[in-house]
């Protein structure tokens, strides 16, 4: 299985709020396949603060997203993560994330259009990378934020620390082949 060395132990991985609510809540498989990897291979894991923020404020309509995030965090895997605009190079990541996604995206889509969460998560992804972290995973579900996420990251010269993966099919294969 590929998912191994993609990952090092003891890096940090972000991932979009998503992936994080189809997983499912803590007594499903998809949950606890990723809640094991992350504890095996000492995993740093981020959720955007302001996801996070809104996610444990949801109205009780949505309470199955607060309890995920709730049991996540609570289970000590997810932190939430606090851009900093004021680390060099996160602005400009965030806009050409956003310039990036608007390139890939069909005509009908206006830069209003975009999911800034999305192009918060290259920021983070640049601002952790080009601090302390030695390597940075991103996971998220839109395969057009997974391109240009991609893109913009390696163009900022940090893609050999880095990767963007697709989230849920990620959780699919640890589900489909767990490690021993």
Same mark, same amino acid.
Do not use: C
């Given at each position: 299985?590929?998912?191994e060395?993609? /990952?090092?132990?003891d890096?940090?991985? /972000?991932?979009?709020?998503?992936?994080?609510?189809?997983?499912? &809540?803590?007594?499903?498989?998809?949950y #606890?396949?990723?809640e #094991? $990897?992350?504890?095996?291979?000492?995993?740093?894991?981020?959720?955007p603060g302001?996801?996070?923020?809104?996610?444990?404020?949801?109205? !009780?309509?949505?309470?199955?997203q607060?309890?995920r995030?709730?049991?996540?965090? @609570?289970?000590?895997?997810? *932190?939430?993560?606090?851009i900093? $605009?004021?680390?060099?190079?996160v602005?400009?990541? %965030? !806009? *050409?994330t956003? =310039?990036?996604?608007?390139?890939?995206?069909a005509e009908?889509v =206006?830069?209003?259009?975009?999911?800034?969460?999305d192009?918060i998560?290259? &920021?983070?992804a640049? #601002?952790?990378?080009t601090g302390?972290a030695t390597? %940075? =995973?991103?996971?998220?579900?839109d395969?057009?934020a997974e391109?240009a996420?991609?893109? %913009?990251?390696?163009?900022?010269?940090?893609?050999?620390?880095?990767s963007v /993966?697709?989230?849920?099919? $990620? /959780?699919?294969d640890?589900?489909? @082949?767990?490690?021993?």
């Amino acid at each position: 299985m590929a998912l191994e060395p993609e /990952i090092p132990r003891d890096s940090t991985a /972000i991932i979009d709020s998503s992936v994080l609510i189809s997983m499912g &809540g803590p007594d499903n498989e998809q949950y #606890q396949a990723l809640e #094991q $990897f992350v504890t095996d291979r000492n995993l740093t894991v981020y959720i955007p603060g302001h996801v996070a923020e809104e996610m444990g404020e949801s109205p !009780d309509a949505y309470a199955y997203q607060r309890d995920r995030l709730r049991a996540a965090q @609570n289970a000590g895997w997810l *932190k939430p993560g606090r851009i900093d $605009f004021s680390t060099p190079g996160v602005s400009e990541v %965030v !806009d *050409k994330t956003r =310039t990036r996604m608007l390139n890939l995206s069909a005509e009908d889509v =206006t830069e209003d259009e975009i999911e800034k969460t999305d192009t918060i998560l290259a &920021g983070l992804a640049y #601002q952790y990378a080009t601090g302390d972290a030695t390597y %940075v =995973t991103v996971f998220v579900s839109d395969t057009k934020a997974e391109q240009a996420i991609e893109d %913009v990251l390696s163009a900022a010269d940090i893609g050999d620390v880095t990767s963007v /993966i697709e989230g849920r099919g $990620f /959780i699919a294969d640890l589900v489909a @082949n767990p490690f021993e």
